[in-house]
């Protein structure tokens, strides 16, 4: 079956660093996936999207590497800042196009 | 800027109620989905709906019904609320068919089962 796996531990790092973050999926080939951000008791809010003809993508600090071969994406975030600090969570496309299949989610915490 | 809203931040209900979750979104989305969260595990969809009166069973719909009778809305029904079902229950919302569609989510409904 369709598994995705997100670090479960959270993630301290200082702030000012890069943080990155893994996303490692099996048992598919997904078009593109997605990366959204939740704050605690907040719905999921969208990030960014890469397909899987793209290597990478960027939004201000935020940059998105995607592997197919080796069915990894990386999320970093350069220059780290406290506000950064939430779980982070990537989703793919499913079998169904209108169904996303999502990681548990990677806590980050970014320390002043 | 799409809104999502949900009827209610939190929840306490008994065991064998009646439970309707509702959702609204206001920017003429054709798709709507409920999913439940719980900790470690991702977002699990329940049901989703593409398009008014339409509606497909997600992973796990067991316990669970939806309606959308309105394209702007989608309920989600728990027949008889179990202590399972206890969870943050998030609605979510999308453009169109087809691929490449973020999904804009309500604020959560946490719902406790005694």
């Known amino acids: 079956s369709q598994k995705i796996e997100q670090n479960s531990e959270a993630l301290n790092i200082q702030e000012g660093k890069t943080a990155t973050l893994t996303c490692n999926y099996t048992?598919?080939?997904?078009?593109?996936l997605q990366w959204y951000r939740q704050d605690p008791g907040r719905g999921p809010v969208f990030l960014l999207l890469i397909r899987e003809n793209e290597k990478e993508k960027r939004k201000e600090r935020l940059k998105v590497t995607f592997d197919t071969t080796l069915k990894q994406s990386l999320f970093h975030i350069t220059a780290s800042q406290p506000a950064d600090s939430a779980t982070y969570l990537c989703?793919?496309?499913?079998?169904?196009?209108?169904?996303?299949?999502w990681g548990a989610g990677t806590k980050l915490i970014i320390k002043p | 800027d799409v809104k999502v809203t949900q009827s209610s931040r939190y929840l306490v209900k008994r065991t064998g109620e009646k439970v309707f979750l509702e959702c609204v979104q206001d920017?003429?989305?054709?798709?709507m989905f409920w999913y439940r969260q719980d900790p470690g595990l991702g977002l699990r969809l329940i049901y989703f709906s593409y398009d008014v009166k339409m509606k497909e069973k997600g992973d796990i719909p067991e316990g669970y019904s939806v309606s959308r009778e309105k394209k702007e809305r989608f309920s989600l029904i728990l027949e008889s609320a179990s202590t399972n079902q206890t969870s943050m229950y998030l609605c979510a919302s999308s453009l169109a068919s087809g691929s490449l569609e973020t999904q804009y989510f309500g604020p959560g409904t946490r719902l406790l089962v005694l």
């Open positions: 920017m003429d989305h054709e798709n």
């Open positions: 989703a793919l496309v499913g079998d169904s196009n209108y169904q996303l299949i």
């Open positions: 048992n598919y080939s997904p078009a593109y």
